[in-house]
T-cell receptor, first 110, second 112 residues
Framework: GESVGLHLPTLSVQEGDNSIINCAYSNSASDYFIWYKQESGKGPQFIIDIRSNMDKRQGQRVTVLLNKTVKHLSLQIAATQPGDSAVYFC?????????FGAGTRLTVKP | DVKVTQSSRYLVKRTGEKVFLECVQDMDHENMFWYRQDPGLGLRLIYFSYDVKMKEKGDIPEGYSVSREKKERFSLILESASTNQTSMYLCATKTRYNQPQHFGDGTRLSIL
């Protein structure tokens, strides 16, 4: 499944499928990007980050892709599990100023 | 692991009260932040501090003040609480440039 950031605030996928969550950022001068996961009743939790001199970074089951040409960031989650159900949002950083997207709610169906 | 502790998970106060929200971190981070989170609006920065006794206004400082007397503690103060300050309040810390912010679990504040 794939979302288009703020224009599709919910994403529902089947357990075991791959998920793709997208984010359009606003400032071409942003040089650092972060994905956060926020579960119900908890604060945002850092997942993965990427600097502007890279276009791809992989973690455990997660991959972040950065396309600076179109100011687009995506988070790919492999083999999505029920524990991945949460709100995911991106953040862009310029100096000490960090801007957050409103988020996409990911629901994993068993 | 970074630990950011917010003093209350849930708080109910009355209009006109002075409200204190406390945040403590254990990682010696220089930078600390206060956000509010409202549905559909994302995280909005209220105030931040980059050192002891230093503070800077964020995007929505009106009706709030902050205090940072010690490096590990950053307090948010609602001078005279109003119903439009009902929200989830999140504290975050960061060590330096191009590092992630680490968040507490938030305080859900209701002003009646």
């Amino acid at each position: 499944g794939e979302s288009v950031g703020l224009h599709l605030p919910t994403l529902s996928v089947q357990e075991g499928d791959n998920s793709i969550i997208n984010c359009a950022y606003s400032n071409s001068a942003s040089d650092y990007f972060i994905w956060y996961k926020q579960e119900s009743g908890k604060g945002p939790q850092f997942i993965i980050d990427i600097r502007s001199n890279m276009d791809k970074r992989q973690g455990q089951r997660v991959t972040v892709l950065l396309n600076k040409t179109v100011k687009h960031l995506s988070l790919q989650i492999a083999a999505t599990q029920p524990g991945d159900s949460a709100v995911y949002f991106c953040a862009e950083n310029i100096g000490n100023d960090m801007r957050f997207g409103a988020g996409t709610r990911l629901t994993v169906k068993p | 692991d970074v630990k950011v502790t917010q003093s209350s998970r849930y708080l109910v106060k009355r209009t006109g009260e002075k409200v204190f929200l406390e945040c403590v971190q254990d990682m010696d981070h220089e930078n600390m932040f206060w956000y509010r989170q409202d549905p559909g609006l994302g995280l909005r920065l209220i105030y931040f501090s980059y050192d002891v006794k230093m503070k800077e206004k964020g995007d929505i400082p009106e009706g709030y003040s902050v205090s940072r007397e010690k490096k590990e503690r950053f307090s948010l103060i609602l001078e005279s609480a109003s119903t439009n300050q009902t929200s989830m309040y999140l504290c975050a810390t960061k060590t330096r440039y191009n590092q992630p912010q680490h968040f507490g679990d938030g305080t859900r504040l209701s002003i009646l």
